[in-house]
């Protein structure tokens, strides 16, 4: 069975300030980008099944404001694998625990994991995150490392 699994950076934020990194809030600039992404997003008929977030504010502010537009009610799961400082095996091993390995999965977070994930799943060199970017990877079958395909590449810029 088909699956497609879309990495989304967290939009831009403020400097870390009282409540240290993880209380970081988005930019204004960080919410207009992904509302317009999200917008677009939604012209094309995107609407993942599940939608999963690092724990950390910006990247689940980030989902919410993806999601509103294109899928909404769609709640967003904390996926605490999805953490700066994580690693792609088990970004992995935690969905293939949460039974997010079918259908469209939309998955939020942070450089430099979700650059190391990408080339982990699809065996290339780590694509550039900008804050606020999108990259899809398909495959054929469950995921596994170097099984995925790289589609479209979104920016807050470019719609794909």
């Given at each position: 069975m088909p699956f497609v699994l879309d990495l989304l950076r967290h939009g831009a934020a403020h400097p870390a300030a009282e409540g240290g990194d993880g209380a970081r809030p988005l930019s204004p600039r960080g919410m207009a980008d992904l509302a317009a992404l999200a917008s677009r997003l939604a012209g094309?008929?995107?609407r993942p099944d599940r939608a999963f977030a690092s724990p950390l504010r910006r990247a689940h502010d980030?989902?919410?404001i993806a999601l509103r537009e294109a899928a909404p009610g769609l709640v967003v799961e904390s996926l605490d694998a999805l953490r700066p400082d994580g690693d792609p095996?088990?970004?992995l091993a935690a969905l293939l625990s949460?039974?997010?390995t079918t259908g469209h999965v939309l998955l939020v977070g942070h450089q430099p994991l979700l650059g190391l994930l990408a080339a982990y799943l699809d065996g290339s060199t780590p694509p550039g995150f900008t804050p606020g970017s999108?990259?899809?990877i398909e495959f054929t079958g469950p995921p596994a490392p170097r099984q995925g395909v790289v589609g479209?590449?979104?920016s807050p810029e470019a719609a794909p």
């Open positions: 094309l008929g995107w980030s989902a919410v095996a088990g970004v949460a039974n997010a999108l990259v899809r479209w590449r979104l």
